[in-house]
């Protein structure tokens, strides 16, 4: 759920490899490995050299690639786009969301990324959370308007229909669950004072209770965020959502409504930088 549905546009396992070295055994068991002399000592040094080896390749690996072949005017990995930058993360927040982005690309997508997810949460549907996000995610001169439009959209009939009173808060006993995890961003433009930042988000929204009518379920959507440069930062300058790229549903079990909400409280969210 998200203010996407409503406002289209206000101005127009990367896993960690792993590498296992397996060890030749002993040979000194009842089934006996050949005890030897000099045949036993040179296979030993052959095996060790073998594992410095592979130690020394993966360690030149991990080192991510010649620094002499970085292009200043493009800090962004291209071949692998989560691929760490060696970049200290961002040091502060406000309002719970992260700030202080470096002024470059990799700043931009960082911090598109984690408005994404201020964007897209469950204090945004609460008014005087709303407030707070507003004056952290957007820009100055932006702020007032946009008020009045999330306001709108977020109206107390709107919030009713999703099972929550004014407040934005669920009925006693019912959690409403609003997050979202950015997949990737995509830098299509960029430049000192601007930049345009498409993040793609998988998320989970819904109410959970037994007697919900809005069970959390999840989605997939992509955000394409204009940010400006202001105040030694960037800012959201407008935003707009559109569905997909949504993959085949797995066959996973769903989860019942008390060991969603418990996920919720127990699980905290992330700052998305690099």
């Not at 127009?12 to 397996?22: A, D, I, N």
């Not at 988000?201 to 009518?213: D, R």
């Not at 394409?224 to 440069?229: A, G, H, K, P, S």
Request: one cysteine or more.
């Amino acid at each position: 759920m998200s203010l996407g549905d409503e406002y289209e546009n206000t101005s127009g396992y990367g896993g960690t490899g792993q590498t296992r070295t397996r060890m030749p055994e002993s040979g000194g068991g009842p089934h006996g490995g050949r005890r030897g002399g000099r045949t036993s000592s040179r296979s030993l040094v052959t095996v060790v050299g073998v594992v410095v080896l592979l130690i020394a390749a993966i360690a030149f690996a991990n080192r991510g690639g010649d620094d002499s072949s970085t292009d200043e005017a493009d800090d962004s990995p291209q071949a692998a786009a989560t691929a760490p930058s060696g970049k200290k993360p961002v040091p502060s927040a406000n309002a719970g969301i992260p700030s202080g982005f470096a002024h470059d690309r990799q700043g931009a997508e960082s911090a598109a990324a984690n408005y994404a997810v201020a964007l897209v949460s469950a204090d945004i549907l609460r008014p005087a959370k709303r407030t707070e996000i507003l004056q952290q995610v957007f820009v100055a001169d932006k702020q007032t308007s946009l008020a009045e439009r999330f306001n709108k959209a977020y109206s107390k009939e709107f919030l009713t229909n999703i099972g929550l009173d004014e407040n934005g808060e669920a009925a006693p006993g019912s959690t409403y669950v609003s997050r979202t995890m950015p997949i990737g961003t995509k830098v299509t433009n960029h430049s000192d004072a601007a930049a345009t930042v498409e993040v793609w988000c998988s998320g989970v929204f819904g109410t959970t209770g037994e007697s919900t009518t809005n069970p959390v379920s999840s989605d997939w959507f992509t955000m394409t965020l204009q940010l400006r440069w202001a105040a030694d930062d960037w800012k959201v300058d407008s935003f707009a959502q559109k569905d997909g790229p949504a993959p085949v549903p797995g066959d996973d079990k769903a989860s019942t409504a008390e060991e969603m909400a418990k996920a919720v409280e127990e699980y905290g969210g992330f700052t998305y930088a690099r």
